[in-house]
């Protein structure tokens, strides 16, 4: 079985967000879909369906205590506390990057 743990050596940290383009065509579709994406009940939606965490705490009361309680989902601040922020890469880190993951792929 393959499981997943969060290393004490360290380990990355990220964060997604939304963005609407300077030229987008639709702007006041683009605010409405994020608004909707964001209530607490279609974020909780999210996590049930796809396994992402969600940092808007008040969807936590739509998600079953089993996800609410799932140290990978929502690890607790002394695990987090081994989390390093994830920052662009520069084109040679990238290159290296991509190597190891293909490296990787080869290897399973």
Do not use: C, H, M
């Not at 006041?28 to 940092?55: C, D, H, M, R, W």
């Amino acid at each position: 079985a393959i499981e997943f743990i969060y290393p004490q050596e360290g380990f990355i940290l990220w964060n997604e967000g939304f963005s609407i383009t300077q030229n987008a065509q639709n702007i006041e579709e683009s605010y409405a879909f994020i608004n909707f994406i964001l209530e607490p009940q279609n974020s909780a939606l999210i996590t049930k369906k796809f396994g992402f965490s969600v940092t808007n705490e008040k969807a936590k009361a739509f998600l079953p205590k089993n996800l609410v309680n799932d140290p990978i989902l929502f690890p607790s601040s002394e695990t987090l506390k081994y989390g390093i922020l994830q920052k662009s890469l520069d084109a040679n880190a990238l290159k290296l990057y991509n190597e190891y993951w293909e490296r990787f792929k080869l290897s399973i």
